[in-house]
Nanobody, 115 residues
Framework: QVQLVESGGGLVQAGGSLRLSCAASRSLSNANTMAWYRQAPGKQRELVASITKDSNTNYADSVKGRFTITSDNAKNTVYLQMDSLNVEDTAVYYC?????????WGQGTQVTVSS
């Protein structure tokens, strides 16, 4: 079974930056899609950004131009660079990896943006 461990969350002031990391316990070379989701209190989990094995990326409209998703297959790690953070970005951020036969979630990392 694949395990995902997120890190990099924390408290940051509005306008600041954070980089989230998602380290997998095995190679991601066979993954179809890697993605970051987030869930704010009282809201549904939403897709923030995704990247396919062909390096095609997709972003939620609310983060376009501010967030960047990348993957490093040599390190089995997916990153989410978050710039120009605002209070609406406060949420628990989850890493998700979709393989052919199964889907894996990380435990989540809290991001809090203060005004």
């Amino acid at each position: 079974q694949v395990q995902l461990v997120e890190s990099g969350g924390g408290l940051v002031q509005a306008g600041g930056s954070l980089r989230l990391s998602c380290a997998a316990s095995r190679s991601l070379s066979n993954a179809n899609t890697m993605a970051w989701y987030r869930q704010a209190p009282g809201k549904q989990r939403e897709l923030v950004a995704s990247i396919t094995k062909d390096s095609n990326t997709n972003y939620a409209d609310s983060v376009k131009g501010r967030f960047t998703i990348t993957s490093d297959n040599a390190k089995n790690t997916v990153y989410l660079q978050m710039d120009s953070l605002n209070v609406e970005d406060t949420a628990v951020y989850y890493c998700n990896v979709k393989f052919v036969l199964f889907n894996v979630w990380g435990q989540g990392t809290q991001v809090t943006v203060s005004s």
